[in-house]
């Protein structure tokens, strides 16, 4: 079974401080290794009043740059490797609005089934887990439907027998979304010219698999 977790940073609504939506995953066969090795990071090198909560964040402003840095350092030791897609938000098109209402769960489904194309072909059973985020205009279920339907109906290599499935999970629960949230943070902060932004990415850039693929670009 292959795991892949994903997560995004930034909102489908432009700010002075956010041009950029970025979603980011990771891929593992063996969730639990991932997932103890970076609990026992946090609690060891997190100051007292961080490192027994249950989610410690990337953007989380009491963070010091040089524990930011190292996190990401240890991150990079994990042995995995990233993927993303990203989009300014002033790009997305007219067809995820309606009514002058941002259509965002077909939008964050759209941004999905982009990121994982960048898999093919899948060779084994997947489980892909996505953090938990208001899915406006589209149920859970249909969610979860469409993505499956997606991975079958555009031939990703699943072979005979294999199975793929969606887990919507809390980020406070599931320790690998919060290393996802980790990698897009910091290249979210790069790619908004953010203070740090080019030593976070420098550090991210050493596990990706490939170059982020920019979505809706003009």
């Not at 609504?13 to 980011?24: G, Q, S």
């Not at 103890?36 to 007292?48: D, E, M, N, T, V």
């Amino acid at each position: 079974m292959l795991y892949i977790f994903i997560d995004e940073s930034g909102q489908f609504v432009k700010t002075t401080h956010e041009r950029y939506f970025v979603m980011a995953c990771f891929e593992v066969t063996e969730p639990r290794k991932t997932r103890k090795h970076f609990r026992a990071w946090c609690k060891s090198k997190f100051p007292k009043r961080l490192r027994f909560q249950s989610e410690i964040k990337f953007s989380d402003s009491s963070i010091s740059y040089p524990l930011r840095l190292q996190t990401l350092h240890f991150i990079a030791k994990l042995g995995i490797k990233v993927r993303y897609v990203y989009f300014k938000i002033e790009n997305i098109p007219h067809e995820f609005w309606r009514k002058e209402k941002l259509e965002s769960g077909f939008l964050y489904l759209y941004t999905i089934t982009n990121l994982l194309d960048r898999y093919v072909p899948f060779n084994c059973s997947i489980s892909i887990i996505c953090d938990q985020r208001n899915l406006r205009g589209i149920s859970v279920s249909q969610f979860k439907h469409s993505l499956i339907e997606h991975i079958f109906s555009t031939n990703l290599g699943l072979n005979m027998g294999s199975n793929a499935e969606v887990r919507i999970e809390n980020s406070m629960v599931e320790t690998n979304i919060q290393i996802v949230d980790w990698i897009v943070g910091a290249i979210a902060r790069f790619l908004n010219n953010k203070p740090f932004g080019v030593e976070c990415f420098e550090i991210i850039e050493s596990i990706l698999a490939e170059p982020g693929i920019e979505l809706f670009r003009k």
